[in-house]
């Protein structure tokens, strides 16, 4: 008896384990593609690749994962386009196997109009994370990475440079056709546009999309239209795009995109963000516009019959020509909460009625040189912060000579430390992470300040490496000149004792030192220890 | 019950076919499993894997490894352990590990190992058959 049954349960594993091998064929598979790889002769395994993206997507199901290897993948035949739609719990992943690692270009294909490097067109449950997108010298596609009806797509570690000529309403980034659920984080986005990350559309319905930790810097443009780094863009008529969520991004040293002739009510810049015609239910949280030129302001929040727009601990310095804040239009809910606004010609500029839900708390105007421009009155305006100290109004101004070391943080100890309404600090504190990485509209910890550190700015080595880069202006731009390696992205030691890198930029722009709890110190010029006791199983 | 002569040729080729079917369509790939103690540094940003088919010509990095994985700070733990995916099965693979910091300053190679490869489903078998014995 024994003996069978010994026999009975060998059989019984062996169809089991025959079982698992069929079983095998439905679970998610795993596929490579390298430089080296082949399409012919590769079967896809990380010691036998493909050669290409594009064949390396083919070959996918939904739900697979396809890494690539460190590389620069040039022509349409490495666009990230077609990918397999996965499915709850299983998204399709495409992914560099070492982020920023993997550089895909144009290189000589001529680009139609829905050749964008990265498109999602109708596409579910897809994540593409940590490629560089270089694409130089076509004036189509309008954008480089184009996600248009599609929902729970997230795009992760990605920094896009655009150069040479564009079309005049390029949108480096566009997010539109109705779709839901989008996620853009820690990314970067640089060179010729018209707007730099750009949600919406005359026409759409999009929801749900969150830009978490995204960089953009506006360098050149040939658009006569308006202009920013980012864009949430409502309907003609009627609400059309909601509920858009900008956690920690930056607009960072744009430059004058505007020609200086015709009207500039159409053809001038909005420094750091613009919200055209009726969007709705936009939220900033702990968000930065920095020495960016604007014509019509720094933040230009509400338009037309634009509604619901919070802000929320934000930045707004040194916007250009005229407006840190600008707000017009004609429908209500507008809250300027714990804002920093300084270094502007006028802190803001409000043309929105009616104000009666209209709320300015906590917010600290610093070394603007007026307060307003125009100022139709605020139902709440209490507890701001005011240096200069006769620009101070409203219920509880709270006006000191103090200084302000930092842009992104209230020191203890100033006038303005505690002095809100809720016993925290008037101003902005931009010190942690807003959002749970990874996590889309309504995932637990989407929209919670999280206790991780926001500095040093991840992948900030990367975004300056490419930020840095030869990108000159092309006939008929403006500026006529590009030099890509100002601002933060200049050579040479912050004061803190390291180089200059984003966050000593962003930190030291009021002439203070880095905090060293924020820069890490050149004199630390010792590399870490080999790890030991390694051992393999 | 003693099963019979022929219901055992039947079991016998029903199992060879989905046996069969199954080495076929299951992936022919394996993985490593690499652990580490931890390093001590307060600046300490991640640890990057080198690896492939040809063991390392250097102490330092690129080492004429083949592969780079950068782990970042998804590895930093009391202790540190990675699984390689999608190893070729059958073929022997070399792998060292660095740490790096938050202004990105690299370290040398720790000491390097090996494994080669197996495949997940004969192995799998072989566990079974040892424990049934």
């Keep these: ?537 | 019950m003693k099963p019979s002569a022929k219901k055992l040729f039947l079991i016998g080729i029903v199992v060879i076919i989905l046996v069969f079917l199954g080495l076929r369509i299951y992936p022919m790939t394996g993985k490593a499993t690499l652990s580490w103690r931890p390093n001590t540094e307060t600046d300490l940003a991640g640890y990057k894997i080198y690896y492939g088919t040809l063991a390392r010509t250097g102490d330092c990095p690129p080492g004429g490894y083949s592969d780079k994985l950068d782990l970042g700070k998804t590895a930093i733990a009391e202790s540190p352990s990675y699984i390689i995916n999608n190893l070729e099965i059958g073929r022997t693979y070399y792998f060292s590990i660095t740490s790096y910091d938050n202004s990105g300053k690299e370290s040398c190679f720790s000491g390097e190992v090996k494994k080669t490869i197996g495949n997940p489903i004969i192995e799998q078998l072989k566990i079974f058959i040892k424990r049934i014995k």
């Design chain 1, 1 to 537: 008896m024994p003996k069978i049954q010994k026999t009975q349960i060998f059989f019984l594993a062996i169809i089991f384990f025959g079982l698992f091998g069929l079983a095998g064929s439905s679970r998610a598979a795993t596929y490579y593609v390298a430089t080296t790889g082949n399409n012919s002769t590769g079967n896809g395994s990380t010691g036998n690749p493909w050669q290409t993206v594009g064949y390396g997507i083919s070959q996918m199901a939904g739900g697979d994962t396809l890494i690539v290897k460190d590389g620069t993948y040039s022509g349409t035949a490495n666009f990230i386009t077609g990918v397999p739609n996965g499915s709850v719990g299983a998204y399709t992943t495409i992914k560099a196997e070492n982020p920023f690692e993997v550089r895909i270009t144009r290189g000589t294909d001529n680009l139609l109009y829905y050749d964008n490097p990265i498109r999602m067109n109708a596409n579910s449950y897809v994540e593409v994370e940590g490629f560089i997108l270089d694409i130089a010298d076509d004036s189509t596609p309008p954008s480089v990475v184009g996600v248009t009806g599609s929902d729970h797509i997230k795009l992760k570690k990605f920094i896009v440079k655009r150069s040479g000529v564009l079309d005049q309403y390029a949108n480096i980034v566009a997010i539109s056709g109705g779709s839901t659920y989008v996620l853009l984080e820690d990314c970067g986005v640089t060179g010729g546009m018209r707007y730099g990350i750009y949600a919406g559309g005359t026409a759409d319905t999009s929801r749900y999309i969150i830009l978490r930790r995204c960089v953009v810097r506006n360098d050149y443009s040939n658009s006569t239209q308006p202009k920013a780094a980012f864009a949430t863009y409502g309907n003609n008529a009627g609400i059309g795009i909601r509920d858009v969520l900008y956690q920690n991004t930056v607009a960072i040293d744009g430059q004058n995109t505007w020609d200086g002739t015709g009207d500039p009510s159409s053809r001038a810049t909005y420094a750091g963000y613009y919200n055209p015609k009726n969007a709705a239910d936009v939220t900033y949280h702990g968000t930065i516009t920095l020495n960016n030129y604007g014509y019509w302001g720094g933040m230009g929040i509400k338009e037309l019959s634009g509604t619901n727009m919070t802000l929320d601990s934000c930045v707004i310095w040194d916007s250009g020509e005229n407006y840190g804040l600008r707000l017009s239009g004609n429908q209500d809910y507008v809250s300027v909460n714990k804002c920093t606004i300084g270094g502007n010609a006028a802190g803001f500029y409000h043309a929105s009625s009616p104000v009666d839900n209209h709320f300015l708390k906590n917010t600290l105007f610093y070394n603007n040189t007026s307060l307003s421009a125009s100022n139709y009155g605020w139902a709440t305006e209490s507890n701001n912060g005011f240096n200069p100290v006769g620009q101070a109004r409203g219920t509880n101004p709270i006006a000191s000579t103090d200084n302000l070391e930092y842009i992104t943080r209230i020191e203890a100890g100033s006038a303005w430390d505690g002095a809100a309404d809720d016993g925290g600090d008037v101003g902005a504190n931009i010190l942690n992470k807003w959002g749970v990485d990874g996590t889309l509209w309504g995932e637990t910890g989407y929209d919670q300040l999280t206790d991780n550190s926001l500095w040093p700015w991840p992948y900030e080595d990367k975004i300056k490496e490419v930020f840095s880069e030869a990108n000159s202006s092309p006939a008929g731009s403006n500026p006529a000149t590009n030099d890509t390696t100002r601002g933060f992205a200049s050579s040479g030691t912050g004061l803190y004792g390291g180089p200059i890198t984003l966050t000593s930029y962003i930190w030291e722009y009021l002439g203070s030192a880095c905090p060293a709890e924020i820069c890490t110190a050149s004199s630390d010029t010792t590399a870490p220890a080999a790890p030991s006791g390694l051992s393999v199983q």
